[in-house]
């Protein structure tokens, strides 16, 4: 078997004295550069586990005999990185890449060894069809523990947005037809064995889920509702198939709350039950459960910090250990054998990036297995704090602020950085492009505004038909916020943020000029009609959805016009810096053209970058370094 050093990059760091900063000035490749280590997943026996890690320069997949310690790489992919993997039995793995960003993922498998590796799906690169984006994709559902040459895929080749499901052979790529999509089925629902038992469905508006009736083979509805109603989801599925786990806005008694919750739930009479957990400042919770006792084990949620409340008492004893050995860092199991006698433990903070263990459980013993940037000292990092202020109209915001390492936190120059969706949000944790800005003497400030999932019905209707207006109010407030906490010189503030982000950034310059002295612009969008005319096929579940929230092109094109940045170029007065990706199948490249052309005309100071073969985000390390080093040089002339 071949062996495989894996070598750790050595960085030295110079002084960088600004003001009253002292700080490590650090190469900007030491935050950039691909992880040593990423995404440690056991075997089902527990006897290799898997990880990527770069092989000229792209992240590969490496094996690694828990036996003997011998690493094998198994993949040599040269032009782009592996995204994932996952084992298909204790021999076999699968791992998935899109081309150039695309977002149509292909499937590929490979033996532990490196050997008999084949295309199972090839991938294929976005096309343009009567003015929309297509994307194709078969994607993994499950792993059949009890047919170990098949996988459960689903495919949208008949139906852009439905998808079928299909048994694949691991070898070969056959595909036979399980289960064809009864109607708009977004989402399918697995039993422990693999086996179809339930789906989540959108129609229009509504939407709920349903099960499978073995008896009749029907499919019978359980719940249906509007997404501004109070409704109730599936969380999880215990091994008898006749309870689970519910996310409710409705309590038992039929009483509505703002914040879900999670509830017992009871399949056979579709009766919500006892509640298992809530929290009075977000949804909660996700549901942690495994396949050894299929049953639950605890719950995690985040408000500010990632927390997590164990149920069980065995993997309450289990974490307890580990964060005892680990006190410093935010503690998870990532994987383990389906045994459950040896796990993976991942450990991080803002601070630390992810750092990476065995645990053996019959001997409570905690082996270190590597680093993901050994090259970072977190001493050297920028903490990242969780953060709470009143918009104007008195909600509460929740937000982070990440100060530059050294700095006294007063009257620093302030990056304003919304994050994409909108419907997503911001979380705690080591983030390389925050702690990269924090290094360069720069205060991060991230919002989660209205509109940000998880934090309650009212908080996400609020933001109902608001892109521009009080959704882009959050973040003014955010940024007057931070000048008034004395954080933040007014005189120095950029805003910059990527896809809803970058939208944001756009806004934020045309609707709130006075606050901002230059913007970024990430693969955003620029043109709220052209974000319809150029949707992926791909979103077709969820337009109806996206026209009560943002407006509707056919019978609100003036609204969605006056809300557009490209029609405001006239009232931006700073430079402006753009990245978009030929390739992006979710903001098309006509929105920088159309946003350039708006800018030229004004006669607005601006930059744009396009590289040809990204997508939503450059993923490539050769293009993230040129975009960062713009990025820098950008704030540092305008800031």
Same mark, same amino acid.
């Given at each position: ?25 650090? +190469? ?57 993997? =996952? ?18 993922? $292909? ?51 008949? *139906? ?79 091994? /008898?198939?006749? %309870?689970?786990?519910?996310? @409710? !806005? ?7 709350? /703002? ?20 929290? /009075? ?8 459960? &495994? ?40 503690? $998870?199991? @990532? ?17 630390? +990036?992810? *750092? ?16 993901? *940037? ?23 915001? %929740? ?19 919304? %994050? ?31 509109? #940000? ?5 009212? %908080? ?5 038909? !608001? ?33 809803? $982000? ?10 709130? +000029? ?11 969008? &620029? ?13 077709? #579940? ?8 943002? $407006? ?36 098309? =490249? ?33 293009? !993230? ?15």
């Amino acid at each position: 078997m071949k062996k495989f050093a894996l070598r750790a990059l050595v960085l030295t760091a110079a002084v960088m004295i600004s003001g009253s900063v002292f700080a490590k000035s650090l +190469p900007l490749e030491t935050f950039f550069k691909k992880p040593q280590y990423a995404g440690f997943q056991l075997s089902p026996d527990g006897n290799n586990v898997g990880v990527l890690a770069p092989i000229n320069d792209r992240l590969n997949i490496v094996v690694i005999d828990l036996n003997n310690r011998e690493l094998t790489p198994v993949t040599g992919i040269k032009d782009q990185d592996v995204s994932g993997f =996952i084992w298909a039995n204790n021999e076999r793995l699968l791992f998935f890449m899109d081309k150039d960003g695309s977002e149509s993922f $292909g499937i590929f498998a490979v033996n532990k060894d490196g050997s008999m590796a084949r295309t199972l799906v090839q991938p294929l690169a976005s096309q343009l069809s009567k003015g929309q984006r297509v994307i194709r994709f078969t994607q993994l559902l499950d792993v059949l523990e009890k047919d170990q040459d098949h996988v459960l895929v689903v495919n949208n080749d008949r *139906r852009a947005s439905y998808p079928d499901v299909y048994k694949m052979n691991i070898v070969t790529g056959r595909k036979q037809l399980v289960q064809r999509n009864p109607g708009n089925v977004t989402g399918w629902i697995t039993d422990w064995d693999g086996n179809i038992i339930g789906a989540n469905y959108t129609d229009g508006v509504e939407g709920g889920f349903q099960m499978l009736n073995k008896e009749t083979g029907e499919w019978e509805e359980y719940t249906r509702g509007r997404y501004d109603e109070p409704g109730y989801s599936l969380a999880g599925i215990t091994g /008898d198939l006749e %309870h689970a786990y519910v996310n @409710s !806005q409705i309590n038992p008694d039929g009483s509505t709350r /703002d914040k879900a919750a999670v509830f017992k739930y009871n399949l056979k009479t579709r009766e919500i039950g006892d509640m298992v957990y809530e929290h /009075d400042q977000i949804d909660c919770c996700n549901v942690m459960m &495994t396949k050894a006792k299929k049953d639950m084990i605890g719950i995690s949620y985040m408000v500010g910090k990632p927390e997590v409340v164990y149920t069980d008492e065995k993997w309450k004893a289990i974490m307890d250990g580990i964060n005892q050995a680990l006190p410093n860092t935010i503690n $998870g199991v @990532s994987s383990m054998s389906d045994d459950e006698r040896v796990m993976t433990v991942v450990a991080s903070s803002s601070t630390q +990036p992810p *750092r990476y263990f065995l645990y053996h459980t019959e001997r409570k013993a905690l082996e270190p297995m590597g680093d993901s *940037r050994p090259w970072i000292n977190a001493g050297d990092m920028a903490e990242m704090k969780p953060v709470t202020f009143q918009a104007r109209d008195g909600m509460t915001l %929740h937000g982070y602020l990440t100060l530059p390492k050294g700095s006294d936190g007063k009257n620093l120059p302030l990056i304003m950085n919304p %994050h994409g969706g909108p419907w997503a949000r911001d979380g705690w944790g080591f983030n390389p492009e925050t702690q990269f800005l924090a290094n360069r003497g720069y205060a991060v400030l991230q919002v989660n505004f209205r509109g #940000s999932v998880g934090f309650g019905m009212q %908080h996400l209707l609020s933001s109902k038909k !608001q892109w521009g207006r009080a959704m882009q109010d959050d973040v003014s407030d955010a940024v007057n916020w931070a000048i008034g906490e004395g954080i933040a010189d007014k005189g120095k503030v950029c805003i910059y943020g990527g896809s809803y $982000g970058g939208y944001a950034t756009m806004a934020g310059l045309t609707f709130s +000029p006075e606050l901002y002295q230059c913007g970024i612009n990430y693969v955003g969008v &620029t043109d709220l009609p052209l974000l319809f005319k150029t949707a992926p096929d791909a979103w077709a #579940s969820g337009m109806d959805y996206m026209k009560e929230m943002v $407006g509707d092109p056919d019978t609100e094109k003036e609204f969605l016009e006056q809300w557009s940045p490209s029609n405001h170029a006239d009232k931006i007065k700073v430079p402006v810096f753009m990245a978009y990706g030929a390739q992006d199948p979710r903001v098309d =490249i006509s929105h920088a053209k159309v946003m350039e052309k708006a800018l030229k005309k004004n006669g607005v100071k601006y930059e744009l970058m396009v590289k040809r073969d990204e997508g939503h985000g450059y993923r490539k390390q050769e293009n !993230q370094y040129d975009y960062y080093r713009k990025v820098e040089s950008f704030l540092a002339e305008n800031l």
